[in-house]
């Protein structure tokens, strides 16, 4: 069967139709359709069974009202969302956002990228993702435990360790876990791994705090080990401030680079002499405890602060790791003038297209955010294969197994992202890797 030209064009308006305004949801599915619609050209098994189509429709969308008390005695109201997306490979797998930005686009977005990193994993995930428009900034312990409580208070019907299995994402950490953890064990009276990022004491896994960051890094080193290059010296400027950011520095440091830049949603540091062992707990405990804003680092060391995103400042690596579209196709031709030849995403997808593009087209190495931040629910993945078998692993061998899902995520991309010219395009590769073992699935099943 031969496919026309235009056949990504045809394909990316019918996704538009069927899903108006969603813009968010057009731009990942874009980016991936780009790569597979090529590779399937001359594999009529996956069109004639319309695998890719049916991969753009989420299994099933809920939407449901949360009502909350604030600390005043007001009633708020808010809206929650979980997106199963596709559980061809395995349960429904991925975050919970709390922001005011999440809509029913951003969560389709995210669940849609879940499902290619999860199976890139090569662990037994599907992909979904889901969150609510509330804004935990400013609120109460009280008033975050009451908002949870009654998220999960109508998500437990939807969710369980063989269906659906939640975990954190912005705004979500372990404070909130926790409360709709407790929840879901009040309202069910059962004991299971619903939801990973949990307590270490009650279930959780250690090293899954620091698994997204660290993935990110390890992404990063075999990259550059790939093409010949290391991390010593290397200059790395980092967005976010949150969980990602705060262990992506560290490996950072550890594998001898400097941090320069980190940000959150007010403006950037500059730190021109890195963000040294010492810095980067004040971070953390301005950030994460405090939930300060990040202007208060330059205040204390002494450091620049600017409004805005640290893409303007000359760095060799670029490390996203705040949110989506935090890149745009200026931002990236800046980097690439500043000299960045690497960059590896954190956040899910923080690179617009015409920034991707750039990238691609100046040659530098570029880790797209399905395969580089795919260490967070790589170990979601172990903690759920530890509380299902109820022991848990020691820190050095999930260490050891987190740096080892990362490599063969790696060379899994680098092998199907294998050019002509020798250089490799991840984000090819990543796309083609992920599809593979859930369409084969999908085809496997026939037409469900
Ligand atoms: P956190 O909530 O811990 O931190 C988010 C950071 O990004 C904060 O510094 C926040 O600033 C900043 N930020 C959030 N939204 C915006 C925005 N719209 N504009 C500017 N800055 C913003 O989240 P995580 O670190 O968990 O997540 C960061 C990214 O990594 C997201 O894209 C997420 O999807 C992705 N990710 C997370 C994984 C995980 O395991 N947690 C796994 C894989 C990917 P402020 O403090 O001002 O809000
Ligand atoms: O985007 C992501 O991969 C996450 N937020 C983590 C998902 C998970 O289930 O650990």
Redesign the pocket.
Same mark, same amino acid.
């Given at each position: 069967m031969t496919v026309r030209a235009d056949s990504l064009e045809r394909f990316i308006a019918g996704v538009q139709t069927r899903n108006p305004g969603e813009t968010e949801f057009h731009q990942a599915v874009q980016e991936v359709a780009a790569s597979i619609i090529p590779y399937i050209q001359d594999k009529p098994q996956y069109q004639e069974m319309q695998i890719l189509e049916r991969m753009a429709e989420p299994d099933r969308t809920i939407i449901f009202r949360v009502c909350w008390e604030d600390d005043n005695g007001n009633i708020r109201v808010n809206r929650g969302y979980r997106v199963q997306f596709n559980n061809s490979i395995g349960p429904y797998k991925g975050?919970i @956002?709390f922001?005011p930005?999440v809509t029913s686009s951003v969560l389709k977005f995210?669940g849609f990228e879940q499902t290619f990193k999860n199976s890139l994993t090569g662990l037994p995930m599907g992909g979904g993702k889901g969150g609510s428009d509330f804004n935990p900034?400013g609120k109460s312990n009280n008033e975050v435990m009451r908002f949870c409580q009654s998220f999960m208070t109508e998500l437990h019907r939807h969710i369980g360790e063989d269906t659906d299995v939640p975990? #954190?994402?912005? #705004?979500?950490?372990a404070r909130e876990i926790g409360y709709m953890f407790g929840q879901y064990k009040r309202l069910r009276n059962e004991f299971v791994g619903v939801l990973t990022?949990k307590g270490l004491e009650f279930g959780g896994s250690l090293i899954r705090t620091e698994?997204?960051g660290y993935g990110t890094i390890y992404m990063l080193e075999n990259m550059l080990q790939h093409a010949g290059n290391g991390m010593e010296g290397k200059r790395v400027a980092i +967005? #976010? +401030?949150?969980?990602?950011?705060t262990y992506a520095a560290e490996k950072v440091r550890q594998l001898g680079g400097s941090v320069i830049t980190m +940000?959150?949603?007010?403006g950037f540091i500059y730190d021109p002499d890195g963000i040294d062992r010492h810095k980067l707990a004040y971070m953390v405990e301005l950030?994460q405890v405090r939930r300060g @804003?990040?202007k208060d680092y330059a205040d204390e060391f002494g450091v620049e602060f600017h409004e805005g995103r640290p893409w303007n400042v000359a760095c060799d690596i670029a490390v996203p790791?705040?949110?989506?579209n935090?890149i745009s196709s200026d931002e990236a031709k800046l980097l690439l003038s500043n000299g960045c030849m690497a960059v590896s995403e #954190?956040?899910?997808m923080?690179t617009e297209l015409g920034g991707i593009k750039a990238f691609q087209e100046a040659g530098i190495l570029f880790g797209p955010?399905k395969a580089a931040?795919a260490g967070?629910?790589a170990v979601s993945g172990l903690e759920m294969s530890q509380n299902s078998s109820r022991i848990s692993w020691e820190e050095d061998e999930l260490q050891e197994l987190l740096k080892n899902i990362m490599k063969k995520i790696h060379d899994n991309c680098a092998d199907y992202g294998a050019t002509s010219n020798g250089r490799v395009d991840y984000l090819a590769g990543a796309n083609i890797a992920g599809f593979v073992k859930v369409a084969d699935a999908m085809l496997a099943y026939g037409v469900v």
């Open positions: 975050g @956002r922001h930005t995210l900034k975990a #954190g994402d912005i #705004g979500v950490g990022g698994a997204t +967005s #976010g +401030s949150g969980n990602v950011a +940000s959150d949603s007010s950030k @804003r990040i790791c705040a949110t989506q935090e #954190g956040a899910n923080p955010s931040n967070g629910v």
